[in-house]
């Protein structure tokens, strides 16, 4: 059955080609012999024209045509005119067996059934439509790759006709030799031979990146079908909610003529959509703690208090529980408070932590030296004294003495009056801390 539905495809096409040609012939022969004063020469020239189409048209003769035609375009998943449109370097098809994922990864090879993009002369793209019909979910090209020679069968005057087909389409699937160009992408990349460098006998991979046409256009897919459901008046539909690329970049290519590039690169107008994949940006500081000898004078209070409100938190319910006797619920549940509020702190000064290394030098920064050794690490590297101050370690005790006194006045109050006891155990607490993520920023930085 899907061989004779593909054969019935393939004959539909063929006449809707013919239909665009002819009907356009036979108007204009039609109108010239309703003139009386035709001009006899040009409408013999259309008739000739029209018969000459007419045999063109017979499947017969196109198919023969078309796969004469097959070798000018090529099915492939990755192409090269989209890094520029004279490269002449070899396109790729990512073949089934090939298609290996690494866990973690999204690429090509994650889309089950990518979509195969047709890449050469624009003017034998109608060959590429022909095997991308489709019938029962299997494409006319799956028959050529699978040398299946059936669907042609019942067109073709015999086996061989049907045969010699099948060898020129199969030009449009064939592998070519792999090569790059000087207008291509290009890295290359120096391999090991085991041998000494006196023989001069470099080697290298040559490297040649190319465009994912196949997964560009499962992206383009997904945010059409996602807009589609977005504004559906289908109730069921909008029910399943909708989805949201912020920052979408668009890029264009081909210009006015993006079949130039590729038949998918048409199909999508030129456009290929780029996800934002920046990191997330902590912008609730917007500017650095300068002209202030201590953070724990503002910038980290209206970080924990004012907007977190960690500290407004805890504070609530210490006094909530005040005349409660200690259980060991609410004893955890003030550790988890104090912890909250150190992870704030923690993620405070890493935020410092990635803005340029030195911006403690700035004139404007009056903060004192244990606090820029602990939030400008970075200056390290190139300033020996301050490096010398770091590795004395006695910043992580005054900052955390800070910290644990900025937290007692946070929680004093009418009911509240945390004292030395209260003091010592922040300022253990968070120095240990500091020590932790010190040890952890040197490892992986």
């Known amino acids: ?8 495809k393939i004959l539909d096409y063929i006449q809707s080609r013919a239909n665009d040609k002819l009907e356009k012939l036979e108007k204009d022969i039609s ?15 259309l008739e000739d024209k029209l018969r000459d189409e007419k045999e063109k048209f017979k499947p017969v003769n196109w198919l023969t045509d078309a796969a004469n035609r097959a070798g000018q375009i090529q099915f492939v998943t990755h192409a090269i005119k989209f890094l520029h449109s004279d490269a002449k370097g070899s396109n790729v ?19 089950k059934t990518p979509a195969l993009d047709i890449v050469g002369n624009a003017a034998a793209l109608d060959v590429g439509k022909l095997l991308m019909l489709e019938c029962e979910g299997k494409k006319l090209v799956d028959c050529v790759l699978a040398d299946d020679v059936t669907p042609f069968l019942s067109i073709a005057v015999d086996q061989t006709q049907a045969e010699s087909w099948l060898a020129g389409f199969k030009n449009a699937v064939a592998s070519k030799e792999l090569s790059s160009h000087k207008l291509a992408k290009q890295v290359y990349w120096p391999i090991n031979t085991g041998e000494s460098d006196s023989d001069h006998s470099h080697q ?8 994912a046409s196949a997964f560009a256009q499962k992206v383009y897919d997904v ?5 589609e459901v977005q504004f559906s008046k289908d109730e069921e539909l909008k029910a399943k909610g909708h989805s949201r690329f912020p920052h979408l970049a668009v890029q264009t290519y081909g210009g006015t003529k993006p079949q130039n590039i590729s038949q998918l690169n048409s199909q999508r107008y030129g456009k290929n959509y780029l996800l934002d994949n920046r990191p997330p940006v902590w912008t609730e500081i917007e500017k650095l703690p300068y002209n202030t000898e201590s953070v724990f004078k503002s910038a980290f209070p209206r970080r924990a208090y004012k907007k977190a409100k960690a500290a407004h938190r805890l504070k609530a319910y210490l006094e909530k529980v005040f005349n409660d006797p200690s259980t060991f619920d609410i004893r955890q549940a003030r550790k988890a408070g104090v912890e909250e509020i150190v992870d704030i702190l923690l993620l405070f000064a890493a ?24 939030l400008d690490p970075g200056r390290a590297k190139y300033d020996e004294k301050f490096r010398q101050d770091m ?45 932790l993520t010190e040890r952890a920023r040197k490892e992986y930085f």
């Open 31 to 45: 109108k010239l012999q309703g003139s009386d004063n035709a001009d006899q020469s040009k409408l013999e020239a």
């Open 204 to 211: 290298y991979h040559l490297l040649s990146p190319l465009f």
């Open 223 to 227: 945010r059409r079908e996602l807009r």
């Open 1 to 8: 059955m899907e061989a004779q539905g593909l054969t019935e």
């Open 93 to 111: 098809y990512l073949a089934e067996d090939y298609r290996h994922t690494r866990e973690g990864y999204v690429s090509t090879a994650s889309i």
């Open 351 to 374: 935020h410092l932590h990635t803005q340029p290394a030195g911006w403690t030098e700035h004139p404007e920064c009056k903060l004192s030296l244990d606090e820029q050794l602990w």
């Open 391 to 435: 590795e004395a370690k006695k910043w992580h005790d005054q900052v955390a003495h800070k910290f644990a006194t900025w937290l007692n006045n946070a929680l004093r109050s009418s009911t509240l009056n945390p004292g030395d006891v209260e003091h010592a155990q922040w300022k253990v607490y968070v120095a240990q801390e500091l020590r």
